[in-house]
């Protein structure tokens, strides 16, 4: 296990491993066997680097080992809510770009503000996220 999170009320928990699964477990609905009740592969070939839930509980953020974050609902459903952009790779100057052009090493929710949360990356940047953005992009590069 390579990464773990817990939602406000620790009912569930999210946890990522080096193979890029992510389990999630509901604390209320388990049984005897302690299984999960979702696994999932965001992104085929990359490790889980962390996992935030959001201050409701509604959402969980996933980062992997490449340079889009996912939000997935706290069901775990097989599809992301969003995820976020890549960035042009090309671009000298990282403000131009919209995302992170290399892989991310950490993200977490924003404690209080239920729609932000920060991803960092090799590129050398921390990026804020506005999940309410059309399409989710960069709100700002820290």
């Known amino acids: 296990i390579t990464a773990l999170g817990l939602d406000p009320k620790a009912s ?3 946890t990522g491993s080096m193979d890029g699964t992510i389990k999630f477990f ?7 066997e302690k299984q999960a009740y979702r696994s999932l592969e965001p992104v085929e070939g990359h490790m889980v680097q962390a996992i935030s839930w959001g201050t409701t509980g509604g959402r969980a953020l996933v980062v992997c080992s490449d340079s889009h974050a996912r939000v997935y609902d706290r069901d775990g459903s097989s599809k992301p809510i969003q995820s976020t952009v890549k960035g042009d790779m090309y671009v000298r100057c990282l403000e131009h770009t919209q995302g992170h052009t290399q892989m991310l090493t950490d993200g977490m929710w924003h404690p209080f503000q239920a729609e932000h949360w920060a991803t960092a990356s090799l590129d050398g940047t921390i990026r ?9 992009g960069m709100d700002q590069v820290l």
């Open 12 to 14: 569930r928990m999210i």
């Open 26 to 32: 509901d604390f209320n609905g388990m049984s005897e």
């Open 128 to 136: 804020l996220w506005d999940i309410t953005a059309n399409p989710v």
